[in-house]
C-alpha cells in the first residue's frame, strides 16, 4: 500500500491564483482530513469527511474548499490564494470501523509546502 | 470546546537520561488521547494513544504515556532518550461523539549525545 500520498510536494503561486492540492488513499479508509501547520501553531484542521459524498468544516475553513466524490480521494482547493495561507498542508486518513471515528490511528501524507507571494 | 496544551516548546535532555513531555487536555466527555511525532520535513507518525483501560500506554520506539484523569494529563514518557529520538511531537485529543481531532502546538525534543 501506498499509504496517504500528496501531491504536489512544493508550490509557489501568486496572490489570487486558484490551485487544487492533491490527497489521495489506498487503505479504504472512511474519515479524511486536511490540516496546515503553521510555526507554534501546531496541526489545524480545515476540513475533513466522514465518507464520501460528506464533508463538514474544521477549525480553519475560510478561503477553501473541499469535496469527497470517491473514497480514495480528497481533494483541497484554494480559490483565491493569500499570503496567510503560507503553509505547510497535511492530509490525513482513517478506519472509521464501528467504533467510534475518532478512536483511530490517524494515518499523515508527506505534506503540501505551500507559498504564496 | 476541547484544547490541548502543551506547555513547553523545547524539551533538552542527555542521552540515556529519562525524557518527559507534557500535555494537559481539556474536553467535555470521555477523551481520546494520542502522541505523534514528527521527524523533519515529513508527516505526521503515530505513537500510542489511550481509549480506555489501563492508565500506562505503551507505544513505539520504546515511548509510553500515562493518563491521569484527575489532572487532566497525558504526558509522554521514555526511560532513556536516544539521540534519534530528537523529533517535534504533537499531543492530540478528542471525545466521544466528535469528528475532529485537536492538535497542541507540539514540543520539540532535542536529546544531546
Known amino acids: 500500500n501506498a499509504g496517504v500520498t500528496q501531491t504536489p510536494k512544493f508550490q509557489v503561486l501568486k496572490t489570487g491564483q486558484s490551485m487544487t492540492l492533491q490527497c489521495a488513499q489506498d487503505m479504504n479508509h472512511e474519515y479524511m482530513s486536511w490540516y496546515r501547520q503553521d510555526p507554534g501553531m501546531g496541526l489545524r484542521l480545515i476540513h475533513y469527511?466522514?465518507?464520501?459524498?460528506?464533508?463538514d468544516q474544521g477549525e480553519v475553513p475560510n478561503g477553501y474548499n473541499v469535496s469527497r466524490s470517491t473514497t480514495e480521494d480528497f481533494p483541497l482547493r484554494l480559490l483565491s490564494a493569500a499570503p496567510s495561507q503560507t503553509s505547510v498542508y497535511f492530509c490525513a486518513s482513517s478506519y472509521s470501523g464501528v467504533r467510534d471515528i475518532l478512536q483511530e490511528t490517524q494515518y499523515f501524507g508527506p505534506g503540501t509546502r505551500l507559498l504564496v507571494l | 470546546a476541547q484544547s490541548v496544551a502543551q506547555p513547553e516548546d523545547q524539551v533538552n535532555v542527555a542521552e540515556g537520561n529519562p525524557l518527559t513531555v507534557k500535555c494537559t487536555y481539556s474536553v467535555s466527555g470521555n477523551p481520546y488521547l494520542f502522541w505523534y511525532v514528527q521527524y523533519p520535513n515529513r508527516g505526521l507518525q503515530f505513537l500510542l494513544k489511550?481509549?480506555?483501560?489501563?492508565?500506562l500506554v505503551k507505544g513505539s520506539y520504546g515511548f509510553e504515556a500515562e493518563f491521569n484523569k484527575s489532572q487532566t494529563s497525558f504526558h509522554l514518557k521514555k526511560p532513556s532518550a536516544l539521540v534519534s529520538d530528537s523529533a517535534l511531537y504533537f499531543c492530540a485529543v478528542s471525545d466521544t461523539g466528535r469528528r475532529a481531532l485537536t492538535f497542541g502546538s507540539g514540543t520539540r525534543l532535542q536529546v544531546q549525545p
Open positions: 489511550y481509549i480506555t483501560g489501563d492508565n
Open positions: 469527511s466522514v465518507g464520501a459524498g460528506i464533508t
